[in-house]
């Protein structure tokens, strides 16, 4: 099922506190965020 907008804070926070402690991550991390909401929306289509 779809995960609530507080579900997706926590993971969130959670990834982005993982991230923090390896260098150069932070910006994969945000390449494949964008690359799922383009997915994401074209779903919703």
Do not use: Q, S, W
Request: glycine letters at 2%; charged letters at 35%.
């Amino acid at each position: 099922g779809m995960t609530t907008n507080e579900e997706f804070k926590d993971a969130y926070c959670v990834v982005m506190d993982f991230i923090d402690t390896r260098p150069n991550t932070r910006k994969l991390f945000h390449a494949l965020l964008n690359e799922m909401l383009v997915v994401l929306k074209e779903e919703e289509k």
